[in-house]
T-cell receptor
């Protein structure tokens, strides 16, 4: 059945390194969201795209985070340089009409 | 912007009991209220949703109620089972799941056999 896929599932890196997370939305879904989940803040929206165009990235720290959709089958979230406070689970979700379908997440640990 | 408050943060019940989770929202323009279930190591999954033109919606053992005047909505799970144990999130949106969702902080539900 159709599902959102994310890679990698786990990432451990050192402070200052670049991190790239990838998401493949469900085929035909034209809206893609990036969320971050932490114990303290819960689920926070970082950015979202519709038809590959960024609509809102106000939730992202602009100096270190960037999100793109090179094509309709791939969304990327980059952090450069990474910091320990970026440690979290990052979820991608895609939607066509009403329901947002979430991927399994990327658990990021920055040492 | 929208703010969603969710209570309780943890809830323990015995198998067969009912569980109720409550949320309040601040933006009167919100018109779509989904509930998500998140199991350990997985992404949130939609279990039920309600729109502002409906006061109640049921799906087997799960029901959601909405009070627009008071700006609160609730999730009701009857005849709880151990597999209902998970974290549940409420959310609110102005434009359906197609638009940005503001999530509550989550409720960890534990159903003991």
């Amino acid at each position: 059945d159709a599902r959102v896929t994310q890679t990698p599932r786990h990432k451990v890196t050192e402070m200052g390194q670049e991190v790239t997370m990838r998401c493949q939305p469900i085929l035909g879904h034209n809206t893609v969201f990036w969320y971050r989940q932490t114990m303290m803040q819960g689920l926070e929206l970082l950015a979202y795209f519709r038809n590959r165009a960024p609509l809102d990235d106000s939730g992202m720290p602009k100096d270190r985070f960037s999100a793109e959709m090179p094509d309709a089958t791939l969304a990327t979230l980059k952090i450069q340089p990474s910091e320990p406070r970026d440690s979290a689970v990052y979820f991608c979700a895609s939607a066509e009409y009403n329901e947002q379908f979430f991927g399994p997440g990327t658990r990021l640990t920055v040492l | 912007g929208e703010n969603v408050e969710q209570h309780p943060s943890t809830l323990s019940v015995q198998e067969g009991d009912s569980a109720v989770i409550k949320c309040t929202y601040s933006d009167s323009a919100s018109n779509y209220f989904p509930w998500y279930k998140q199991e350990l190591g997985k992404g949130p999954q939609l279990i039920i949703d309600i729109r502002s033109n409906v006061g109640e919606k049921k799906d087997q053992r799960i029901a959601v109620t909405l009070n627009k005047t008071a700006k609160h909505f609730s999730l009701h799970i009857t005849e709880t089972q151990p597999e209902d144990s998970a974290v549940y999130f409420c959310a609110a949106s102005e434009g359906g799941g197609y638009s940005t969702l503001t999530f509550g902080k989550g409720t960890m539900l534990l159903v003991s056999p």
